[in-house]
């Protein structure tokens, strides 16, 4: 079973950055893509970023396209979400996901991981 654990999360201001890392557990042969989601309170859980594990294909949502960067580390199973010039309405707790098919927007996630809040002030 894959498990993946979060870090990086936290508060802001509006115009500042954060950088979020999922770090994969060692049972990851099966995973083609990895990327992010965020779920606002009150909310829908939404697609963020995801990229195939090889880095051949990358996709992002149009609301953070130009401000956020998915990267990976493949020998230390971990994948990246740089955020930059980060607003309000980025606050939401963002999870980690994974998924068994080579497909960057995540449209079937395999795992989750716990969340992390990243709350943005105005």
Known sequence: QVQLVESGGGLVQAGGSLRLSCAASERTNNISAMGWFRQPTGKEREFVAGMWRNGAFTSYADSVKGRFT?????????????MNSLKPEDTAVYYCAASNRPDSRLRNVDYWGQGTQVTVSS
């Open 70 to 82: 998915i990267s990976r580390d493949n020998g230390k199973n971990t994948v990246y979400l740089q």
